[in-house]
């Protein structure tokens, strides 16, 4: 119970966001950060309302078929 008590209260007290900010300082300050091999999730990040994109969407399948009509 401890460690759920001491997590609940790290969290509460924005204990996580402060050791990232931290910890990219000192990647950055060691010139140990490189931005080359980095990824960004989706699964991370809300879209309220499902976002909003001005873009066309790209079909991810196979080119369509030619018509046969």
Avoid at 37 to 52: F, M, N, P, Q, Y
């Amino acid at each position: 119970m401890t460690a759920w008590r001491r997590l609940r209260d790290w969290t509460e007290a924005g204990v996580w966001p402060r050791l990232h900010a931290t910890l990219l300082s000192e990647l950055r300050r060691a010139d140990l950060l490189d931005l080359d091999d980095c990824a960004v999730d989706g699964s991370h990040i809300r879209a309220l309302k499902g976002g909003t994109s001005s873009a066309l969407h790209r079909s991810t399948g196979p080119d369509s078929a030619p018509s046969t009509t």
